[in-house]
């Protein structure tokens, strides 16, 4: 087999813009589609010009010609589909926060063990070019041993009021600093602590400030705001302190590594996720597919995107919300 055909379960936003990256892969087809709402299944068919279409996951798994399935759910709904997917012997590619519990994550994993096909979370930061050559350097002993990290991932107010009343930024967004915490230092976090602040009266807060105690000694904090003024030029401010005992790494993605002032406005927009060039999704979340489509194709389970490290990122972020609903630092196994 040298290519790939992928069903695509869950087609809110992500899940639209998960069908233009795989649009985009030579080796990957878009082969059928899947989500409850007839009326925005029909519109994404008929723009993405696919004939199989499903109200119901389990009949897309029952097709024998669907090879791989990518499960866009809210974060909530990710455990039956997958377990689902893994039992009938499709590839899964499951888009991050892995579940919306540890135990719902163990369960995932448990189902993966004897899997036919490969299981690969999106973790989708782990493509970002910068984060890889960040990686690169500690793990070629650059900076020395890793003693201190800080992140900043804030995006406008206008993205968030439908998501905050989903999920909140520590889980929602805070984790993708977590995993790279995490991947960076080949640590575990064993306590954090974390405060939170609620702006708009949504279901969850608005900003989420997060610090962690990781094994080894470093301490970590993380700041996410999902309130940025209307004003705001950019989609994303997302930046990294890295510290060692020999050096020290600077990440600044978003803010802005492309300005754009027109008669309307000055904005930075997004270059390195998924930006679209010439009508295909392009950048990271393409890179990501593209490796997923490799490790299957190959029968190669991957080393990005594990589950385990899937899970570890939840379980911290989790205790993070923990903590901020107590007020009190919440200790990790």
Known sequence: MDRLRIGVIGLGWFGEIHCDAIAGIPNLELAAL???????????????????TYTDYADMLA?????????????????????????AGKHVFLEKPMASTVADCARIMEAAKDAKGILQIGHICRFNPRYRAAKEAIDAGRIGKIVSMSSRRNIPAAWTPTILNKIGPIVGDAIHDTDLMLWFTGDRVVSTYAQTVDVRGLKHPDIGQTMYRFAGGASATLETVWCMPEKTPYDIDER???????????????????????AEKFGSPDTTYWPMFEGVRGGALREEFAYFTKCALAGEKPTIGTPEDAMAALEATLAAEESARTGEVVKIG
């Open 63 to 87: 097709d024998p010609d669907i090879d791989a399935v990518s499960i866009v759910t809210m974060w909530d709904q990710h455990t039956d589909p997958t377990i689902a997917a893994l039992k």
């Open 34 to 52: 899947c989500t409850r709402t007839e009326s925005r299944l029909a519109e994404m068919a008929t723009k993405f010009g696919v004939a199989k």
């Open 240 to 262: 990294m302190n890295i510290v060692g005992t020999e050096g020290f790494i600077q990440i600044q993605d978003t803010f802005p590594n492309l300005g754009i002032a027109d």
